[in-house]
């Protein structure tokens, strides 16, 4: 059993008028086995905490912490993150130029496993992967998101996740651009690793579409930098139903 637990987080991003406070104080624990929906409308940080996360240098955490089992995960540098079993998929995933995605997905094992992979079962479970999420083979011989679909980023982003199975993944939009296709594809691929793992997700999304194919066990709203608001599955039901006005007007 791990626990990823973000305490009292405050963010400021760098801009061109120097730093603007965005996260501004951020409290979350999320365990092995569960499934935490972030939601909210957009501009209210959701990004920004999956940034966070991952160690982007253009987050300065100005107060709090975020710990993976007690370490202290803000001084980890971002390739210790992922050894330490952090997956995040980012919202605008960089172009990777001359690397394969075969190449870059053998790269990442090797990485966080410490070894590179045994070829012969590598080579089958990233082909069965790929199956799974109807991707064709010839896929592995493109360039990392070079001229990449909107789709084609974020079924490369859960053949990753699935491959290399993290310990917390933190999948930022992954609804966003999919019909509704893809969506259950993607989705399958979440759900695989549900199932077959204690993996923790943090689920970021703007709409409830994907929760009606990835339960919630918890929803947390962001408003303005913070939670305003957290429950059970019922309270994504209810921002499909009423939206998020109730929480812009109230002036949280
Ligand atoms: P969300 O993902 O919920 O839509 P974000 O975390 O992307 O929200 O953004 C929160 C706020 O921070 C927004 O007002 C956004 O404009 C601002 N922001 C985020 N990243 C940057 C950046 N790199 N430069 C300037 N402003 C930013
Ligand atoms: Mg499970
Ligand atoms: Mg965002």
Redesign the pocket.
Known sequence: MSTLEIKNLHVS???ADGP?Q?LRGVDLTVNSGETHAIM?P???????LAYSIAGHP?YDVTDGQILLDGEDVLEMSVDERARAGLFLAMQYPVEVPGVTVANFLRTAKTAIDGEAPKLRTWTGQVSEAMKALRMDGEFAQRNVNEGFSGGEKKRHEILQMELLRPAFAVLDETDSGLDVDALRVVSEGVNRLKETSEVGVLLITHYTRILRYIKPDFVHV?VNGRVAEEGGPELAERLEAEGYDRFLGAGV
């Open positions: 991003v760098e801009t603007k965005i909210g957009n501009g209210s940080g959701k990004s920004t253009k962001f």
